[in-house]
């Protein structure tokens, strides 16, 4: 299979010295994505609109006609955004989303709409109506989701860097099961506006990478204020490659005991126990903190982001835009039809368990109730914060599960992202790296590492991950 080797640092410099053109890049990214039959990473692709907007990027910019996959709910200018659904099947995005227009201003070029779980719900990667996506390091596996493309196009190096959404682990869970590098960023450090929203006040957009220092450009593309989404945060943006090379001695590394319990995976927990060693043999200092609320994290993540999705996806009736049901008779049977023919199992279920905590009987005792539990939580982060500069831990419980195994327990499926939540809950920045491999059926399975820091500390995780050589 062709595959797109290197960094996205390499590729620029290479880009800068004219050893090729972006157009040559293009097309080398292109035949990678045809020759792919396995991980089915991509829904599509427009090879001669990259090619045009190759014949005109600047290879002096941060980004130098790099090609960049773009995850399907983040809207491109006349391509298809279909969140992997049947619903937006036809609809083709009339405008940039904020962060691909930075990206385009820095020199980016989107090539390629990545598979998704359906409109970003899920952590598998199975539930698209384009098929399974599959981890390229195991076919067998799963690639973690909801950005599984994205994942599974970089691991698989038919994308130099790509873009993914983050609701409650979506880009570093895939990345940790596919031994990239993923980052959620501080809530509001990146404009939504252009992203299909899932659950409005915990979605945030982020780079996913084959390295830290890929991070750091591609975030540094992508961040800054945005009149045009009330929740993006008027703040200066960092240098964030200038944090890369600083030493970490006399960081305070917190370490919860509730994410180092016997529940883990051996394997996992080895893994992670080694890079806390190296953390500490680089001259860190490991802290003890506690994290009290996080046994109640995935309960109030899944009531808080489902009743927000109930309301968001209500906008998709038949009317406006996507697919619409064929010879309704009345408004009502539209709505109902549409819905029912264009969502998939996964997103009917949190719509029902949405629209059931948002009711007039059940609202205090739900959706009430997860909002003062996501409070406590951020509590509990700001007094470890007061600790420790960072806190670190798995970013998975376990490896890759199988093909197959979400469908036969979903509650499993949704404890996968117990260490991922709280971060999205608490609006913190939080970046998985891969730090070795477990064992498991006779194959070597990626493990990720998990750092979370205080708001708009993504310099923080960035000096981290490239100190321990990611």
Same mark, same amino acid.
């Given at each position: %299979?062709?595959?797109?080797?290197?960094?996205?640092?390499?590729?620029?410099?290479?880009?800068?010295?004219?050893?090729?053109?972006?157009?040559?890049?293009?097309?080398?990214?292109?035949?990678?994505?045809?020759?792919? @039959?396995?991980?089915?990473?991509?829904?599509?692709?427009? @090879?001669?609109?990259?090619?045009?907007?190759?014949?005109?990027?600047?290879?002096?910019?941060?980004?130098?006609?790099?090609?960049?996959?773009?995850?399907?709910?983040?809207?491109?200018?006349?391509?298809?955004? @279909?969140?992997?659904?049947?619903?937006?099947?036809?609809?083709?995005?009339?405008?940039?989303?904020?962060?691909?227009?930075?990206?385009?201003?820095?020199? !980016?070029?989107?090539?390629?709409?990545?598979?998704?779980?359906?409109?970003?719900?899920?952590?598998?990667?199975?539930?698209?109506?384009?098929?399974?996506?599959?981890?390229?390091?195991?076919?067998?596996?799963?690639?973690?989701?909801?950005?599984?493309?994205?994942?599974? $196009?970089?691991?698989?190096?038919?994308?130099?860097?790509?873009?993914?959404?983050?609701?409650?682990?979506?880009?570093?869970?895939?990345?940790?099961?596919?031994?990239?590098?993923?980052?959620?960023?501080?809530?509001?450090?990146?404009?939504?506006?252009?992203?299909?929203?899932?659950?409005?006040?915990?979605?945030?957009?982020?780079? %996913?990478?084959?390295?830290?220092?890929?991070?750091?450009?591609?975030?540094?593309?992508?961040?800054?204020?945005?009149?045009?989404?009330?929740?993006?945060?008027?703040?200066?943006?960092?240098?964030?490659?200038?944090?890369?090379?600083?030493?970490?001695?006399?960081?305070?590394?917190?370490?919860?005991?509730?994410?180092?319990?016997?529940?883990?995976?051996?394997?996992?927990?080895? $893994?992670?126990?080694?890079?806390?060693?190296?953390?500490?043999?680089?001259?860190?200092?490991?802290?003890?903190?506690?994290?009290?609320?996080?046994?109640?994290?995935? $309960?109030?993540?899944?009531?808080?982001?489902?009743?927000?999705?109930?309301?968001?996806?209500? @906008?998709?009736? !038949?009317?406006r835009y996507g697919k619409r049901a064929e010879d309704a008779a009345g408004l009502v049977e539209l709505f109902s039809r549409t819905r029912e023919e264009g969502f998939g199992p996964e997103v009917k279920r949190r719509i029902i368990l949405g629209t059931y905590v948002l009711s007039s009987g059940y609202y205090d005792a739900y959706y009430s109730r997860a909002q003062k539990v996501r409070s406590l939580v951020a509590r509990d982060f700001a007094e470890a914060f007061s600790r420790a500069d960072i806190i670190v831990g798995p970013t998975s419980p376990a490896p890759a599960p199988k093909i197959g195994d979400s469908a036969l327990d979903h509650l499993q499926t949704y404890l996968a992202d117990i260490y991922?939540?709280?971060?999205?809950?608490?609006?913190?920045?939080?970046?998985?790296?891969?730090?070795?491999?477990?064992?498991?059926?006779?194959?070597?399975?990626?493990?990720?590492?998990? %750092? %979370?820091?205080?708001?708009?500390?993504?310099?923080?995780?960035?000096?981290?991950?490239? $100190?321990?050589?990611?």
């Amino acid at each position: %299979m062709s595959k797109i080797q290197g960094t996205l640092a390499q590729w620029r410099d290479r880009l800068r010295r004219k050893e090729l053109s972006p157009a040559e890049l293009v097309n080398l990214t292109a035949d990678a994505i045809e020759a792919d @039959r396995t991980t089915n990473a991509y829904i599509s692709f427009d @090879r001669e609109a990259a090619l045009h907007a190759a014949a005109g990027a600047d290879i002096s910019s941060p980004l130098a006609g790099i090609p960049i996959a773009v995850k399907d709910n983040i809207n491109v200018l006349g391509q298809p955004t @279909r969140c992997a659904s049947r619903l937006l099947s036809p609809y083709v995005a009339p405008y940039d989303a904020t962060s691909i227009r930075l990206l385009k201003e820095a020199g !980016g070029i989107p090539l390629g709409r990545t598979n998704m779980d359906e409109f970003a719900m899920g952590a598998s990667g199975e539930n698209s109506v384009y098929g399974i996506t599959r981890n390229p390091e195991a076919p067998d596996r799963i690639p973690g989701g909801s950005s599984s493309g994205s994942a599974a $196009a970089v691991a698989s190096a038919t994308a130099v860097a790509a873009l993914g959404s983050d609701t409650g682990g979506s880009i570093r869970q895939p990345a940790g099961h596919c031994g990239i590098v993923g980052l959620k960023p501080t809530y509001g450090r990146v404009s939504r506006y252009g992203l299909v929203a899932f659950a409005s006040s915990l979605d945030q957009i982020g780079p %996913m990478t084959r390295t830290v220092e890929d991070a750091a450009i591609l975030l540094q593309a992508i961040s800054g204020h945005d009149r045009k989404d009330s929740t993006s945060a008027n703040c200066p943006v960092p240098d964030f490659e200038a944090a890369l090379g600083r030493d970490v001695k006399g960081l305070k590394v917190g370490i919860p005991s509730e994410y180092f319990t016997s529940g883990n995976h051996p394997g996992i927990s080895e $893994a992670v126990q080694n890079t806390v060693k190296q953390l500490e043999s680089l001259g860190a200092e490991l802290v003890e903190v506690n994290l009290p609320h996080a046994d109640a994290v995935v $309960a109030a993540y899944y009531i808080i982001a489902c009743a927000e999705a109930s309301s968001n996806l209500s @906008r998709f009736d !038949g009317v406006r835009y996507g697919k619409r049901a064929e010879d309704a008779a009345g408004l009502v049977e539209l709505f109902s039809r549409t819905r029912e023919e264009g969502f998939g199992p996964e997103v009917k279920r949190r719509i029902i368990l949405g629209t059931y905590v948002l009711s007039s009987g059940y609202y205090d005792a739900y959706y009430s109730r997860a909002q003062k539990v996501r409070s406590l939580v951020a509590r509990d982060f700001a007094e470890a914060f007061s600790r420790a500069d960072i806190i670190v831990g798995p970013t998975s419980p376990a490896p890759a599960p199988k093909i197959g195994d979400s469908a036969l327990d979903h509650l499993q499926t949704y404890l996968a992202d117990i260490y991922t939540i709280p971060a999205n809950l608490a609006g913190l920045p939080a970046m998985s790296i891969p730090c070795g491999t477990v064992r498991e059926s006779g194959m070597e399975l990626p493990v990720g590492f998990q %750092m %979370m820091a205080p708001h708009f500390r993504e310099d923080l995780l960035l000096k981290t991950g490239f $100190a321990l050589g990611k």
